[in-house]
């Protein structure tokens, strides 16, 4: 079956370290994306991707760094210098126009 | 910035319909409405969207003004598991998330 999957489902890391979350793909989707979720809050935007090769910056890039050299793979870093990391970050494939389709989630916590 | 706006909650009892509304004045003629919703500590779900005309699917159906500044998510009888957050979104290109409506469905 056709979906998004994210890897490792809980992450834990110590402060100054980086990591990197993965986000794998077989939708054939073109566009993919990178959100953080904060406990009660909303989805806010990281990174998004619509193309392999490129990616844009969303509402609140700072700390983090993504790459696109497949289609298929939309991995997230996030940085030491990401300075409030512990969060839900959820990654998104989409095909213009039609609805995303989700992973069910990474939870990082800081130690 | 969310271009949306939805109550922070609404409650509804087992069986009725559930009408979830969404302003969203400053909408483009080229933007879709969509609606997600998300069950607590899961990846958001895809439920509807629309441009211009009404839709229906399995889910629930989308009225939308013809005005295109607001929007209705119908679920036409509410279950227990439809307890969620519910989120309207206008976009082109990315999803942009608001805080969207607590929805909690009661026996």
């Known amino acids: 079956d056709g979906g998004i999957t994210q890897s490792p489902k809980y992450l834990f890391r110590k402060e100054g370290q980086n990591v990197t979350l993965s986000c794998e793909q077989n939708l054939n989707h073109d566009a993919m994306y990178w959100y953080r979720q904060d406990p009660g809050q909303g989805l806010r935007l990281i990174y998004y991707?619509?193309?392999?090769?490129?990616?844009q910056k969303g509402d609140i890039a700072e700390g983090y760094s993504v790459s696109r050299e497949k289609k298929e793979s939309f991995p997230l870093t996030v940085t030491s210098a990401q300075k409030n990391p512990t969060a839900f970050y959820l990654c998104?494939?989409?095909?213009?126009?039609?609805?995303?389709?989700f992973g069910s989630g990474t939870r990082l916590t800081v130690v | 910035d969310a271009k949306t706006t939805q109550p922070p909650s609404m409650d509804c009892a087992e069986g009725r319909a559930a009408n979830l509304p969404c302003n969203h004045s400053?909408?483009?003629?080229?933007?879709?409405v969509y609606w997600y919703r998300q069950i607590h500590s899961q990846g958001p779900q895809y439920i509807i969207h629309g441009l211009k005309n009404n839709e229906t699917n399995e889910m629930a159906s989308l009225i939308i003004t013809e005005d295109r500044k607001s929007s209705t998510l119908i679920l036409p009888h509410a279950t227990l598991r439809d307890t969620a957050v519910y989120y309207c979104?206008?976009?082109?290109?990315?999803?942009?998330f608001g805080t969207g409506t607590r929805l909690q469905v009661f026996p």
């Open positions: 979104i206008v976009n082109t290109d990315k999803l942009i």
């Open positions: 400053t909408i483009s003629g080229n933007e879709y």
């Open positions: 998104a494939s989409s095909v213009t126009n039609y609805g995303y389709t």
């Open positions: 991707s619509q193309i392999v090769n490129d990616f």
